[in-house]
């Protein structure tokens, strides 16, 4: 299918294109960078530039979709709510996707729409739990999902979808985003006595209800995005606390994040029990439908250590597409040698030793360079080695407390996608947080040049060409 996507470089729209692309779904995102998106998002597409208030996407960007997944809207946690700042979420949303229709007016409609919305839509602070069946509430929050989901209802499409989200918890953003920091040097606790309810859903859940809205016609109309059980704010944060093996013991006061955040701060201040009746119906299974299991993965909880020991991590991802077979690609990593190549000069980086000629299960390989102007030694090991699906490297000496890092390779449309997950840590304990910041713009650095020049030197990347 043809598919287009606004708000494709968002927490959540980039796994989405990601998971529409390795379907094998063509796509089209439009985006107000298309170089900056198609760098962040990795996919072959489409990238259509489009200022979403300024009118109509380019005609020809719409011509022949499929299905819409409209998820476009300035952040509502982004900064405290002045009135240019609420202005600025409601018209990306709503004069945004009355653009986005207007486009469609002089052609076909696409048959679906996935219309993202929120639980916000719903009344806060009441004793009963809400399903879709649940009338509006009231404020600013309802007014922005109300006619967010009344001006998509005119999209024309003959099979439309709503997704009330709750709070999406996910690596690398999301709710955690500005929590993980605090619980981890264990200064997190619950938001004054914890009471309010709080309905959420783990970050792959809604992609997979993504595209199960896709392949399935019976999942139409208003969908509650939410886990079976709302849970209260302070179990959410015994949870975090759990999962980071930190206490969550300090509440943080109501009256200092409302003079900190203003009206903003009802986001975490009001509660709600909202839950979903159609999604039982329609049969949908949640891979983290129970609260410990979502936040171990989000807050990174993983066995990396050597023997399998639980390690708290930090993640790292980066994804990019070649245009040749797996088999054509796979033997370049197969060589040590080819390390030194990928790797930015800055690190004067050398493979000063290998046990075994090629790459292979057990392989050790010890590396020399110099980090910020520090000469160290690198030894790693190979594990789990599957040629043309995926390897592992597992620090086992060098500055990272732990650093695994997972090359899997992927066969789509007659190429690969090649996704590299790093889960690290580093040493110190909470102080080591200091130079996290440092250390991430080094990795990010570090993984830019490396996808430029194995696009360079083992394929060429088709969306750049």
């Avoid at 980039?14 to 998106?37: C, I, M, S, Y």
């Avoid at 990396?304 to 790292?316: F, M, S």
Wanted: aromatic content about 10%; proline content about 6%; hydrophobic content about 40%.
């Amino acid at each position: 299918m043809k598919i287009l996507i606004t708000g494709a470089t968002g927490f959540v729209g980039t796994p989405l294109a990601r998971a529409l692309f390795l379907a094998g779904h063509e796509l089209v995102l439009l985006t107000r960078n298309a170089k900056a998106a198609e760098r962040r998002i990795g996919v072959l597409g489409r990238y259509v530039e489009w200022e979403p208030l300024s009118g109509p996407p380019p005609a020809e960007a719409l011509e022949g979709i499929d299905a819409v997944f409209n998820l476009m809207g300035e952040n509502l946690g982004a900064g405290r709510w002045s009135e240019a700042r609420k202005q600025a979420i409601y018209g990306s949303r709503i004069v945004g996707t009355r653009n986005l229709i207007a486009g469609f007016a002089k052609g076909n409609p696409p048959a679906l729409w996935v219309n993202f919305s929120a639980i916000g839509y719903y009344p806060v602070n009441q004793p009963e739990r809400f399903d879709e069946s649940g009338a509006a509430g009231s404020g600013f929050t309802t007014k922005v999902c109300a006619d967010w989901e009344a001006e998509a209802a005119k999209s024309g499409a003959a099979r439309q979808v709503v997704l009330r989200v709750g709070t999406v918890l996910g690596a690398n953003g999301g709710a955690l985003e500005k929590l993980l920091p605090v619980f981890k040097m264990g200064a997190g606790g619950p938001v004054g006595a914890g009471r309010q309810q709080m309905s959420w859903i783990h970050r792959d859940d809604l992609v997979a209800l993504c595209l199960a809205c896709l392949e399935d016609e019976r999942y139409e109309g208003v969908i509650n995005a939410v886990a079976p059980e709302p849970i209260s704010n302070r179990d959410f944060s015994r949870a975090l606390g759990r999962a980071l093996r930190r206490p969550s013991l300090m509440p943080a006061p109501p009256f200092a994040l409302k003079l900190a955040f203003g009206e903003m701060s009802q986001l975490v201040l009001d509660g709600q029990a909202i839950v979903s009746s159609r999604l039982p119906e329609l049969g949908f299974e949640f891979r983290f439908g129970a609260i410990d299991d979502a936040m171990n993965e989000a807050a990174g909880v993983l066995p990396t250590g050597l023997n399998g020991e639980l390690h708290v991590c930090d993640r790292y991802e980066d994804f990019c597409v070649i245009e040749r077979p797996v088999e054509e690609i796979f033997p370049f990593f197969s060589s040590p040698y080819n390390l030194e190549k990928i790797t930015p000069p800055l690190l004067r980086f050398r493979v000063t030793g290998v046990s075994t000629e090629e790459i292979e299960e057990g392989t050790t390989i010890n590396y020399a360079l110099r980090l910020r102007g520090v000469s160290m030694k690198w030894k790693t090991l190979i594990r789990d080695w599957t040629p043309n699906e995926r390897f592992v490297d597992y620090q086992l000496k060098g500055p990272y407390r732990i650093w695994n890092h997972t090359h899997t390779f992927i066969p789509v449309n007659g190429g690969t996608a090649m996704l590299d997950r790093v889960d690290y840590k580093l040493p110190l304990g909470p102080a080591g947080g200091v130079v996290k910041p440092l250390v991430d713009g080094d990795i990010q650095r570090i993984f830019d040049y490396r996808r430029e020049k194995i696009l360079e030197m083992v394929g060429q990347n088709a969306a750049a060409a």
